[in-house]
């Protein structure tokens, strides 16, 4: 029998409030921060999710998706106020990855951060191929 930690449902949003979405975690979370050019420059905090962990609440309509490099990646922004709350990272094709930094403020996780060395992913990503990746 395996000890699954409870999870509970925490909320975000993009700025302006347009995209709203729920995020199923556990108290306890690994926050991975990449160094790779569009994390970097946009100050990404990933929290990998399962699908199943994650729902858009409100304005999927007001998203707009941009992808480049191997165009498996799908970032996807908020139309009105360009904020990237989440999107479908390559290395967990069938998952999410949320933008700690979009979560509200109230989300109560306790975190613990670890680098990845985003900027050289294929020499790197089976560091964490085991988690699927987590870039």
Same mark, same amino acid.
């Given at each position: 029998? #395996?000890n699954?930690?409870?999870?509970?449902?925490?909320?975000?949003?993009?700025? &302006? $409030?347009?995209?709203? /979405?729920? *995020?199923?975690?556990?108290?306890?979370?690994?926050?991975?921060?990449?160094?790779?050019?569009?994390?970097?420059?946009?100050?990404?905090?990933?929290?990998?999710?399962?699908?199943?962990?994650f729902?858009?609440?409100?304005?999927?309509?007001?998203?707009?998706t941009? #992808?480049?490099?191997?165009?498996e990646?799908?970032?996807?922004f908020?139309a009105? &106020? $360009?904020v990237?709350? /989440?999107? *479908?990272?390559?290395s967990?094709?069938?998952?999410?990855?949320?933008?700690?930094r979009?979560?509200?403020?109230?989300?109560?996780?306790?975190?613990?951060?670890?680098?990845?060395?985003?900027?050289n992913?294929?020499?790197?990503?089976?560091?964490?191929?085991?988690?699927?990746?987590?870039?």
């Open positions: 029998m #395996t699954t930690p409870e999870k509970s449902w925490r909320h975000g949003e993009c700025h &302006c $409030g347009e995209v709203a /979405f729920a *995020v199923n975690l556990p108290d306890h979370v690994v926050a991975l921060s990449c160094n790779c050019s569009i994390c970097a420059k946009t100050g990404f905090i990933h929290l990998i999710v399962e699908k199943p962990d729902k858009i609440e409100r304005g999927a309509e007001s998203l707009t941009y #992808t480049f490099g191997s165009h990646a799908k970032h996807m908020c009105k &106020c $360009g990237k709350p /989440f999107y *479908v990272p390559r967990h094709p069938d998952g999410w990855s949320v933008n700690l979009a979560l509200d403020a109230d989300a109560n996780l306790q975190l613990r951060f670890e680098e990845f060395d985003g900027a992913w294929e020499k790197n990503i089976d560091q964490i191929a085991g988690d699927k990746g987590q870039a």
